[in-house]
């Protein structure tokens, strides 16, 4: 991580005290760091601080180290967006498998779950809250407002560059509610406070909004820069576009491959992003040095700490067997997420992006709770490039890596293979060379034709590349073979699996305790 982003994200705690008290006018400091929405707004620094905290809202659970926690949970590290995130993105599919027995965690290991499931609940709460944020900045940013505060044009225009930020990431928040839930209540900066009760949305109404949200700031958004890695820039943004087109179809919205690939290209031509040449490297301590990071989600092991994010990543696959300290720069094991061999069988020898732990373990995972059945997945450790070792025995510095080039590269093959008229099947060979040349260090598995690979072949070579960033449930609803198609081990608690399970399990049940607050919510079917 840069020591801008070590700044930016400490200041998130900063501006806690304002977060806390926004809509509070009548509130009085309890204590002298506490600080008064009018004072607050009135300084022109405090717009950076709360982009800042909605950032790092992203990353960790408060603002008082990684038990504090913005939304009530028992343990603050699952009350985490990168934790929840990629629970509910990785453990119901064939490239994770958990061996604790936590409650929630089997519903969704077997794909069994239900609406109160307290994994999907703190997802979605988390996702809710950040959307919270997003419009209480921008309702205290608008011109007006500004205006009246005394704020230079210099600074005006600083804060007009923060909004659009903020939007984005309010986009991008909505995406993942869209993603998991479908139809969810819907909050803007116009919307009441108080007693208010949200109207829900499902995704044809979500889908244009949020295309039309990352549309209209695209202009307004940063360059791209090394000073503001971690940030959403203009190219952030066109993945987040990108990924929008790409599942438009399973959001009901018909075929946007074509857009998808008009947004993919501008990212692979103009963004400035290399494949890092060392796979590995995109998973280390100082992965913020990769060349292909569009979209990180910053950790610091001193000043971004969480029982989450890639904590969980590290420590959680782990054994007591393994040496972490050593080999992995964090001497933390919870023996707990590993791969099945339904992941691991997938990689050929000489495939570098094949990071298992294999030593006493076996490859099939017949017992779901022990933990060395099923290999180990040590792609995410605490060591830098140069073999060092990150700067906190608890907490990595690693970054989780949301979006990145070599994802980009192969949305723009699936794009040419499903027909998208603006991906030309010369530039989706070249792009998939690519990747393989860098897997396996030569040519050997390079293709010329887009005949030689299928889609199922695709969906292989994304698990190979991707497995573990948190892809692999959209991916397999958007292949058709979540669902039905394809079976794997402990699919619907079994270790043969299942062919098709119910299609209510494409979409996550909002949590019950929300439907019993909001009278204009309506669950999901099936639940």
């Given at each position: 991580?840069?020591?801008?982003?070590?700044?930016?994200l400490?200041?998130g705690?900063?501006?806690?005290?304002?977060?806390?008290?926004?809509?509070?006018?009548?509130?009085?400091?309890?204590?002298p760091?506490?600080?008064?929405?009018?004072?607050?707004?009135?300084?022109?620094?405090?717009?950076?601080?709360?982009?800042?905290?909605?950032?790092?809202?992203?990353?960790?659970?408060?603002n008082?180290?990684?038990?504090?926690?913005?939304?009530?949970?028992?343990?603050?590290?699952?009350a985490?967006?990168?934790?929840s995130?990629?629970n509910?993105?990785?453990?119901?599919?064939?490239?994770?498998?958990?061996?604790?027995?936590?409650?929630?965690?089997?519903?969704?290991?077997?794909?069994q779950?239900?609406?109160?499931?307290?994994?999907?609940?703190?997802?979605?709460?988390?996702?809710?809250?950040?959307?919270?944020?997003c419009?209480?900045?921008?309702s205290?940013?608008?011109?007006?407002?500004?205006?009246?505060?005394?704020l230079?044009?210099?600074?005006i225009?600083?804060?007009?560059?923060?909004?659009?930020?903020?939007?984005?990431?309010?986009?991008?928040?909505?995406?993942?509610?869209?993603?998991?839930?479908?139809?969810?209540?819907?909050?803007?900066?116009?919307?009441?406070?108080?007693?208010?009760?949200?109207?829900?949305?499902?995704?044809d109404?979500?889908?244009?909004w949020?295309?039309?949200?990352?549309?209209?700031?695209?202009?307004?958004?940063?360059?791209?820069?090394?000073?503001?890695?971690?940030?959403?820039?203009?190219y952030?943004a066109?993945?987040?576009?990108?990924?929008?087109?790409?599942?438009?179809?399973?959001?009901?919205?018909?075929?946007?491959?074509?857009?998808?690939?008009?947004?993919?290209?501008?990212?692979?031509?103009n963004?400035g992003?290399?494949?890092?040449?060392?796979?590995?490297?995109?998973?280390?301590?100082?992965?913020?040095?990769?060349?292909?990071?569009?979209?990180?989600?910053?950790?610091?092991?001193?000043?971004?700490?969480?029982?989450?994010g890639?904590?969980?990543?590290?420590a959680?696959?782990?054994?007591?067997?393994?040496?972490?300290?050593?080999?992995?720069?964090?001497?933390?094991?919870w023996?707990?997420?590993?791969?099945?061999?339904?992941?691991?069988?997938?990689?050929?020898?000489?495939?570098?992006?094949?990071?298992?732990?294999t030593?006493?373990?076996?490859?099939?995972?017949?017992?779901?709770?022990?933990?060395?059945?099923?290999?180990?997945?040590?792609?995410?450790?605490?060591?830098?490039?140069?073999?060092?070792k990150?700067?906190?025995?608890?907490?990595?510095?690693?970054?989780?890596?949301?979006?990145?080039?070599?994802?980009?590269?192969?949305?723009y093959?699936?794009?040419?293979?499903?027909?998208?008229?603006?991906?030309?099947?010369a530039?989706?060979?070249?792009?998939?060379?690519?990747v393989?040349?860098?897997?396996?260090?030569?040519?050997?598995?390079?293709?010329?034709?887009?005949?030689?690979?299928?889609?199922?072949?695709?969906?292989?070579?994304r698990?190979?590349?991707?497995y573990?960033e948190?892809?692999?449930?959209?991916?397999?609803?958007?292949?058709?073979?979540?669902?039905?198609?394809?079976?794997?081990?402990?699919?619907?608690?079994?270790?043969?699996?299942?062919?098709?399970?119910?299609?209510k399990?494409?979409?996550y049940?909002?949590?019950?305790?929300?439907?019993?607050?909001?009278?204009?919510?309506?669950?999901?079917?099936?639940?």
């Amino acid at each position: 991580m840069n020591i801008f982003n070590k700044l930016l994200l400490g200041s998130g705690v900063i501006l806690m005290a304002l977060a806390s008290c926004v809509n509070d006018l009548d509130t009085k400091p309890l204590t002298p760091t506490t600080i008064l929405p009018d004072a607050a707004w009135s300084d022109p620094a405090a717009y950076e601080l709360y982009t800042a905290k909605i950032y790092s809202a992203f990353a960790i659970p408060g603002n008082d180290g990684p038990a504090s926690g913005d939304i009530v949970g028992a343990d603050q590290g699952e009350a985490t967006f990168t934790r929840s995130f990629w629970n509910l993105e990785e453990l119901p599919t064939d490239e994770a498998l958990v061996a604790w027995s936590d409650e929630g965690l089997n519903g969704l290991n077997f794909v069994q779950w239900s609406a109160t499931n307290r994994f999907i609940m703190l997802n979605y709460d988390r996702l809710c809250l950040i959307n919270a944020f997003c419009n209480e900045f921008l309702s205290q940013t608008t011109d007006d407002k500004l205006s009246s505060r005394g704020l230079s044009s210099e600074q005006i225009a600083a804060v007009h560059e923060n909004r659009a930020e903020v939007r984005a990431l309010r986009a991008f928040s909505y995406y993942q509610l869209m993603n998991f839930y479908a139809n969810v209540p819907f909050t803007d900066e116009n919307s009441g406070i108080g007693a208010y009760l949200p109207e829900q949305r499902g995704r044809d109404f979500l889908f244009p909004w949020i295309e039309a949200e990352l549309k209209d700031v695209i202009d307004d958004l940063p360059a791209k820069t090394t000073d503001n890695y971690g940030k959403v820039n203009r190219y952030v943004a066109q993945m987040m576009l990108a990924n929008l087109y790409m599942n438009a179809e399973v959001f009901g919205q018909g075929n946007h491959y074509s857009d998808a690939a008009t947004c993919l290209a501008d990212i692979i031509n103009n963004g400035g992003y290399m494949l890092e040449p060392t796979y590995k490297y995109n998973f280390q301590a100082d992965n913020h040095l990769s060349p292909e990071m569009i979209f990180p989600i910053i950790y610091d092991g001193v000043y971004a700490q969480s029982y989450g994010g890639t904590t969980y990543l590290c420590a959680g696959a782990y054994g007591d067997d393994m040496a972490p300290g050593d080999n992995y720069g964090l001497p933390q094991y919870w023996s707990g997420i590993r791969a099945p061999h339904d992941l691991s069988q997938l990689f050929e020898d000489g495939d570098s992006r094949a990071l298992f732990f294999t030593d006493n373990r076996s490859q099939e995972i017949h017992e779901w709770n022990d933990f060395k059945q099923g290999y180990s997945v040590v792609k995410y450790t605490n060591l830098t490039r140069d073999g060092g070792k990150g700067s906190d025995n608890t907490f990595p510095d690693t970054d989780f890596p949301f979006y990145r080039l070599a994802d980009a590269y192969l949305l723009y093959v699936e794009c040419a293979l499903k027909g998208a008229s603006d991906a030309t099947s010369a530039n989706a060979i070249t792009y998939y060379n690519r990747v393989q040349e860098r897997a396996f260090g030569n040519t050997t598995h390079n293709i010329s034709s887009l005949s030689e690979i299928s889609l199922d072949d695709l969906l292989d070579e994304r698990a190979r590349e991707l497995y573990w960033e948190g892809h692999r449930r959209t991916d397999l609803i958007r292949f058709n073979r979540f669902i039905d198609n394809k079976v794997w081990s402990w699919k619907n608690g079994a270790f043969a699996g299942t062919q098709r399970i119910d299609s209510k399990y494409l979409l996550y049940p909002l949590p019950s305790t929300d439907l019993s607050s909001n009278s204009n919510l309506t669950q999901n079917e099936g639940y």
